[in-house]
């Protein structure tokens, strides 16, 4: 699961705050709501393996893009 991407497909800015050698350390930030959208992000990577693995060709893990669909879905049934 590559928690980067999945904060910016939920609306969250990535921020890079430096390197040193090969080691990056990033920030993270956005509002409330998009804290949310990450927070049901990595719900349903964790509860979906099924649909994570159709989506991402078997490995288990969630493609960003595809998951927007299903975050949109669930929060639509809110």
Do not use: K, N
């Not at 090969?22 to 990577?45: M, T």
Request: with cysteine; aromatic share 2%; glycine share 10%.
């Amino acid at each position: 699961m590559d928690v980067i991407e999945l904060a910016r497909a939920s609306g969250l800015q990535v921020i890079l705050d430096g390197r040193i050698g090969r080691e990056e350390y990033q920030s993270v930030c956005g509002s409330v709501d998009s804290l949310r959208r990450f927070a049901d992000a990595i719900s349903l990577s964790i509860e979906a393996p099924a649909t994570a693995a159709s989506s991402r060709g078997g490995d288990g893990l969630i493609a960003p893009r595809a998951l927007s669909g299903e975050l949109h879905a669930a929060r639509s049934s809110d």
